[in-house]
Each structure stands twice: as C-alpha cells, then as structure tokens.
C-alpha cells in the first residue's frame, strides 16, 4: 500500500497536490465541526425536556439552535467548495494517468505485447477500469477516509470530556475495539474478495470483449454461418459467469458492512441502557431550586443523550469507512498493475534521443551469427546462428517453409526485437547503437495485411512520414499505381479508409499501404509477402507497382514470399530453414545447384 501510495503521490503535479490538500483540510474542518452541532443540538433537546418557563426555554433553546445553524450554514458551502476541488481533481488525475500510461505502453518493445498478460483487452480494461479505482480514491474516497477518522476522533473526544466517565470506559476499551475488529474484518474480506473478483472480472470482460469482437469484425462470416444464436449464447454466458462473481462478491460487501453496523447498534443500545442505570442513581428533584436544576440539566441529561448521538452519527461514519474499505481492497490490486506499467522499462525505448545516426546511409544490412529466441517462448531458437548480407541497393529475396524465420529477420532489421547473441547492421553499424527512432525512419515495411487506420487516404499515407505534403502524398501514391483508383473516388484523397481499411478492397488497401511506405523514401524497403493475400488481378497490379518501385528508386530491399514466381528477377534469394539461410544465389544459379530451392520450386 505504501509503493501505491508513493507511486501516486509522485504523478501528481503541483498544483493537484496542493488542490488536494486544500480540499482536505476544508472536509477535516466541516467534519471536526460536526460534533459541535450534536452538542448543540444535545443541549437543545436537555433544554425541551427539562425547562418549563416558555420564555427561558424559547431563549435557551434558540441559543443552542442557532449555533447549529451556524455551523451547519458554514459546513454547507465549505463542503461544495471541498467536493468540487476534490472530484475535478480526481478527474484531472484520472486524465494524467492514462495519459502517461499510453505513452509508456506505446514506448515498449514488441516482446512486451507478445505476452498473453499484455493483451488488447487487459491493456484495455487497465486503462479504462484499474485507474478508475485509483481516481475514486484520489477523488473521493481519500477525502471520506480523513474527514470521516476526524469526525470520529473529535466525537471520542467530545463523549470523553462530556458524558459520565464509565460511559467513556465503556466506548473506550469495549465499542471501540470492537469496531474495530469489525473494520478490520471488512477491509481483509474485501482486499481477498477484490483480489479473487478482479482477476475474474478482468477475464470476464476480456472473454466478453473477445466475443464482441469476433462477432462485430465478422459479421459476413457470423451471418452466413448462421451463428447469431450461437453467439449470443456464448455472450450470455460470459455475461451470467461475470455477475455471479460480482454477487458473491457484493455478497460479501453486504456482510461484512451489516456486521460493522450491528455491532455498532449494539453498543448504542449497551451505551443508552448503561446511562438509564447512572440516571437512575441520580436523584431528579424538579422542584429544587433552579441553580440545582440547571446542575441535574449539566450533569445528568447531557452526558446521557450525547454518547448515544454520537453513536447514531457514528454508525453512518464507519459505514462510510466500509465503503471506502472496499475501494481500498479494490486500489491495492489495481494500483500493482499501474505501478508495473508506470513504472516498466522498454528494452528498446523509441521514445529516447540518445543513439548514432550515419549520413550518408548507403542501405547495407547485414545478420552475422544471430542467435534469437522469442521473449514468450524461451525454449524455441528461432534464429540459429544465422548469417545474411544484404549489399546497399540490391533486392535480397527469402523464401523457405512457413515458420522457418523470415518474418523473424525482417523484425530484427526493424529492431522489434534484439537478438540473444550475434549483431545486426546498417551499413556496418550496431544496430543497437543506432537511434530507435531514425533507424525506423530509414525502413518501409509493407506487409501481408496492412493495417489502415480510421481517417482519409490520405492521412493515412501521410503516416509514413511526418509533415508530409499533399504533393508528397500524391507523388508516393503514383508511384505505388494508387493515383488512379482514389481519383476516382468522390472525396479523392480526402475519401475515408474506414476502421483498418475496411472501404477499401484488398489491393486498394495494398497500394495505399505501399504508399505509405514509400512517401519517406526509405534506404531500405521491407516487403513481407505483400501479394499473397491478393486475387490474381489484383497481385498482377501490386506486384508491378513493387517492381517500378525497386526498379527506380535502387533502395536495398528485402522480399518475403512464397510465390517464387514473384521473385525469380531478385539480385539474390536466400532460402532460410530452421532458423538459418541454407542456401543463396541468384535465381539461375539456385536452380544448378539442384538443392532446398529447386524443391521448393518444383512444389509449387
């Protein structure tokens, strides 16, 4: 609790720590308030029942009304002024937190997502439902949880000075340890109940998004499968399993706060019955003098109403404290998620300025004994000692089974991954030693399934390189032959692609992507298997856009494919098996050698 505690304290900014104390200290001023206006009130009904001149009792009693009044008048507008600063706070934090949490998310490496704890939908129910536990804390409950221990210390020590002291023995080494016990309970089922229903929920919602996904993005296939039923049905069950885990789960809330507060009862009931017997032993004589009255007043009445005041107001306090209880339980478990993220390290950090960068850049590349196992999978190589150079402007092409780490040597030029031994170059140097940011910008990828993003062709093509001019745009888009089909569109460049390109059709989408690519002239053009997901047509015209591009542009470029029609006019093609290039030569020369290239070849 306490790295919680100092993890939000250190994202606060200034101005929010100091709004946050302000609006607490108000909230402890109205709630230490409080009991003055149960005295008051106290005194109040002593005066009612035991004067019986009117005049006397109007003047009295309007002495002790009005300065509950008072301080009721006060308490109010303080109270709006602490709410309103405290809950825009929380607010503003809640704002920061996620903020900062996207920013850091998006600074980590490729690996960090590989793993299943770091999905899109945990990722997700993160940042829109853990941080908000911690802005009801920040922006509420904190403020509960001070004003309520104020108010309750203040009424302890307003029973002690006022109501017979056995009273105060009593609340002192028997109500209150009891309460105690009582909160004590409440925060341990709740922290081990939120514990076990927040990991549960946490797979709920990810199970319920996942259906909701799958359903929505494949609607066409849903539909003429005929699985609406079925769908529905798998939804309502993640659904029907979520709230039985939030009804035992409130189940628990219920008896826990039901017991704090019977507890409570029964000692306001023990308390009343224990001042009946010390009034008892107090002989009231109504017809004594006044000066004796106004002591039987003082001395009897008042001590035996407050204590029970006090606890009435008491019940409502802690019941108030189980709340904020619950919220803690719910904090701890997800403040340790925000504490990972906030606090995580990338292994390769885009966001860092530090690193090389070589002018001129020539385009070289080269993977010398690389060794690599994937962050998720440790027990797999899936690199072995594999050597590979790429000499600048040539077309280096690599083919071979599925699985057999092509894609995997692409990732590593791009450094979305660090190899576990050996090193990979531009143009002789570490990668590693170059800056994250300008290595990416030197590489163009396009890849099987681009993904476009919601806004217009030409925002999207402008993706590829920041500050792009419409000029740019339209020069990169003929050239990737895409010039013609979005002049044909209404809106032209201004035309929206839809969520990931979805009015655009295969090829059109592949073309935009090649743009995108292409619109920042990269040294090196990365091409992993960007045809073969496309009809005959539509592969005839891409490839010829690919093949215009390699052609006048000399980049160095790495081809991925399967097809080995499309690459039997590269420089060279490397054939890469279980993690290492097996064989490399020209297409002619592959074909004398009889070996991995011309089975692969002859399978096709």
Not at 58 to 73: C, K, S, Y
Not at 407 to 434: H, M, N, Q, W
Not at 532 to 544: G, I, N
Request: net charge neutral.
């Amino acid at each position: 609790m306490r790295d919680l505690l100092e993890c939000i304290i250190a994202q606060l900014t200034c101005r929010q720590r100091a709004t946050i104390l302000t609006s607490n200290l108000m909230a402890l001023a109205s709630s230490v308030a409080g009991p003055f206006a149960t005295l008051a009130t106290t005194l109040a009904v002593n005066e009612l029942m035991l004067e019986n001149d009117p005049d006397i009792l109007w003047r009295e009693d309007w002495n002790h009304l009005r300065t509950a009044l008072i301080i009721v008048l006060v308490q109010a507008p303080v109270l709006y002024i602490s709410m309103s600063l405290i809950l825009s706070t929380g607010e503003s934090v809640m704002h920061d937190l996620r903020a900062r949490s996207f920013q850091n998310l998006l600074r980590q490496e490729i690996g960090f997502f590989d793993d299943n704890k770091h999905s899109a939908g945990q990722l997700a129910t993160y940042l829109s439902q853990s941080l908000f536990f911690v802005q009801q804390f920040v922006g509420e409950q904190l403020q509960q949880l001070a004003s309520q221990l104020a108010a309750l210390i203040a009424s302890f020590t307003f029973m002690l000075v006022i109501s017979f002291w056995q009273i105060s023995i009593l609340v002192i080494f028997g109500v209150l340890p009891a309460a105690v016990f009582a909160v004590n309970a409440v925060l341990k089922i709740a922290q081990w109940l939120n514990k076990a229903s927040l990991e549960a929920s946490r797979r709920q919602i990810e199970l319920e998004g996942a259906i909701l996904g799958e359903a929505v993005r494949g609607k066409k296939t849903v539909a003429l499968l005929g699985q609406e039923r079925g769908f529905c049905e798998k939804y309502d069950s993640a659904l029907d399993s979520s709230r039985k885990g939030r009804q035992c789960t409130e189940f628990g809330y219920g008896l826990g706060s039901g017991t704090l507060t019977g507890v409570l009862t029964c000692g306001m009931a023990i308390i009343v019955y224990v001042a009946n017997l010390l009034v008892e032993d107090v002989e009231l004589n109504y017809d004594i003098d006044a000066d004796n009255c106004a002591s039987v007043k003082d001395q009897t009445l008042t001590k035996m109403m407050f204590p029970a005041m006090v606890m009435q107001s008491l019940i409502g306090q802690v019941a108030m404290l189980s709340t904020v209880g619950r919220t803690l339980g719910k904090l701890v478990n997800a403040g340790q998620k925000m504490i990972q993220i906030l606090d995580r390290k990338s292994e390769i950090d885009s966001s860092l300025t530090t690193g090389q960068t070589l002018s001129p850049v020539r385009g070289a590349v080269e993977v010398r004994e690389v060794i690599l196992f994937y962050p998720t999978r440790k027990q797999t190589r899936v690199l072995n000692e594999c050597n590979l150079a790429i000499p600048a402007g040539k077309v280096m092409a690599l083919c071979g089974p599925s699985g057999s780490g092509k894609s995997t040597i692409i990732a590593l030029v791009e450094r979305f991954y660090d190899p576990c031994s050996g090193v990979v170059t531009l143009d002789g140097v570490d990668l590693k030693t170059l800056n994250v940011v300008w290595l990416r910008q030197q590489l163009g990828l396009v890849s099987q399934e681009p993904l476009l993003f919601s806004g217009s062709i030409a925002e999207n093509i402008a993706y590829g390189k920041e500050g792009a001019t419409r000029a740019e745009i339209e020069e990169a888009a003929k050239m990737a032959n895409a010039h013609a089909f979005i002049s044909d569109f209404t809106d032209q460049y201004d035309t929206e692609a839809g969520d990931g390109g979805g009015k655009l059709s295969g090829g059109q989408k592949q073309r935009v992507a090649i743009a995108r690519a292409i619109v920042r002239r990269p040294m090196v053009l990365l091409l992993d298997e960007a045809t073969s997901a496309l009809d005959t047509q539509s592969e005839r015209v891409v490839q010829k856009a690919l093949d215009a591009i390699t052609s006048t542009l000399k980049r160095t470029t790495i081809v991925i494919a399967h097809r080995l029609s499309t690459i039997r006019h590269a420089d060279e093609i490397a054939v890469v098996d279980k993690g290492k290039v097996v064989e490399q030569g020209s297409h002619t020369e592959l074909l004398t050698r009889d070996g991995h290239y011309t089975r692969l070849l002859g399978a096709q």
